[in-house]
Structure formats: structure tokens, C-alpha cells
């Protein structure tokens, strides 16, 4: 897998450590599979549509606004993936 510039100058970065939380966190985060955010957020839509037809507008909304939310946390996932702390500390490792 080509990495792109991008998370090449990022892993140069010696002076910027994360934290434990941070680091637990991308671990826990990097276990769930990008795709089911995905379909958290397609879900969300379906449900919102289901309440929308049946004239429950303000439940509609509310649940209509998770979609964003599930497709921000599924790119916050991919970017965990792709350019992570613990890739930085495996590329130490390495060379």
C-alpha cells in the first residue's frame, strides 16, 4: 500500500506525541471495521425517512442528524487507520 506525502510528513514529525487517552482511544477505534459507520449512518437515513412518512417529524430530525455524526466518526476511523499514532511508533520501531 502506497502512504501517501501527506501522512509521510506527519510521521517526520518527531516533536508531536499523543497521549495515553488519545492512544487507547485509536486502539479501541482501529478494531471496528470503517464500513459499519457506513451503514450506521445509511441506517439513520432509513429510519429518519420511516418516521418522516409516518408524521413523526420532530423524531425524524433528531435521528436524521445522527447520519453526519456516524460518517465523521467512520473518517475519524479511516484517518486512525491510515495515519495513527501507533503508526508512527511502528515506523520507529522498523527502522
Same mark, same amino acid.
Given at each position: 500500500?502506497?502512504?501517501?506525502?501527506?501522512?509521510?510528513?506527519?510521521?517526520?514529525?518527531?516533536?508531536?506525541?499523543?497521549?495515553?487517552?488519545?492512544?487507547?482511544?485509536?486502539?479501541?477505534?482501529?478494531?471496528?471495521?470503517?464500513?459499519?459507520?457506513?451503514?450506521?449512518?445509511?441506517?439513520?437515513?432509513?429510519? &429518519?425517512?420511516?418516521?418522516?412518512?409516518?408524521?413523526?417529524? !420532530?423524531? &425524524?430530525?433528531?435521528?436524521? !442528524?445522527?447520519?453526519?455524526?456516524?460518517?465523521?466518526?467512520?473518517?475519524?476511523?479511516?484517518?486512525?487507520?491510515?495515519?495513527?499514532?501507533?503508526?508512527?511508533?511502528?515506523?520507529?520501531?522498523?527502522?
Amino acid at each position: 500500500m502506497n502512504t501517501p506525502e501527506f501522512v509521510k510528513d506527519i510521521s517526520k514529525n518527531e516533536q508531536h506525541n499523543e497521549g495515553h487517552l488519545a492512544k487507547a482511544i485509536e486502539n479501541q477505534t482501529a478494531k471496528l471495521p470503517s464500513d459499519s459507520f457506513l451503514w450506521l449512518a445509511l441506517g439513520s437515513i432509513g429510519i &429518519s425517512a420511516a418516521l418522516q412518512y409516518f408524521g413523526r417529524k !420532530q423524531d &425524524s430530525n433528531f435521528v436524521g !442528524q445522527w447520519a453526519p455524526t456516524f460518517l465523521t466518526l467512520g473518517l475519524y476511523n479511516k484517518l486512525v487507520k491510515v495515519a495513527g499514532s501507533d503508526r508512527e511508533d511502528n515506523t520507529r520501531r522498523i527502522h
